[in-house]
């Protein structure tokens, strides 16, 4: 199975990289680096001279470039050259609710049936950033449903995708997803049982054809992004 580089050299050295034309899910909750994991992923595509394509539902493309100039990725350079579109998802939204409540559906419920709407034939990569805020009033059936049809379409087109979930605003939606997609890693906080220490870590919970560690890994984020330690951590 060809892999495509996650971005960062020890993270591939654990998984040999994401499999590509797979759904891949990076769930956690706020500050534990969910997107910065993705943008590690993005740019090196983008460096590579693949197409990618960034589904911001809550932040705007500005905040984002912002992100990432603070470690050192140049996402407009990437946007110029024709290999990156962000995509803000939320002002459509909000264009689209007195369309959505006439039509007697939920918005959320249809923003998620047609994210793929904005995913064209030339796109090789996709980031969702993040799926939790389109599930909010479905039911368990629902969000499954929207799912599979979601990660259906992707994989149709041939695209790797990265979907985001926080896990403040979609758990359900989170626990859901994680047996929709072909990968899921989650990123923790946590106090170290034994030394009382706040620390992160990293959860690879499943990655299909792949053979993946057990233990936590821990991690911290610099000012060049995610570095993992050499250390694996138990629970």
Request: proline share 2%.
């Amino acid at each position: 199975m060809e892999r495509l580089s996650t971005g960062i050299i020890e993270l591939d050295d654990l998984i040999e990289g994401y499999p590509k034309g797979k759904s891949i899910l990076i769930s956690g909750n706020a500050g534990t680096g969910k997107t910065i994991l993705a943008l590690h992923f993005l740019t090196t595509c983008c460096k590579n001279g693949m197409k990618c394509l960034y589904i911001a539902t809550e932040e705007t493309p500005e905040d984002l470039k912002i992100q990432a100039s603070s470690l050192n990725w140049n996402l407009e350079e990437y946007e110029k050259k024709g290999l990156l579109k962000i995509v803000r998802v939320l002002e459509q939204r909000s264009i689209e609710t007195e369309f959505a409540v006439s039509a007697q559906l939920k918005e959320s419920q249809k923003d998620l049936i047609h994210l793929t709407d904005e995913v064209t034939k030339e796109i090789d990569v996709v980031v969702i950033d993040n799926i939790g805020v389109f599930a909010i009033g479905m039911s368990v059936e629902q969000i499954r449903d929207q799912l599979d049809t979601l990660i259906f379409r992707l994989c149709e087109l041939g695209c790797t995708s990265i979907l985001i979930c926080d896990e403040a605003t979609g758990k359900m939606t989170n626990d859901i997803a994680m047996y929709s997609v072909y990968g899921a890693i989650e990123l923790l906080r946590r106090d170290n049982p034994y030394t009382g220490e706040r620390e992160r870590v990293i959860d690879i919970i499943k990655m299909r054809s792949t053979k993946t560690p057990i233990d936590y890994i821990l991690y911290n984020i610099t000012n060049e992004g995610i570095k993992l330690q050499s250390q694996e951590v138990t629970v």
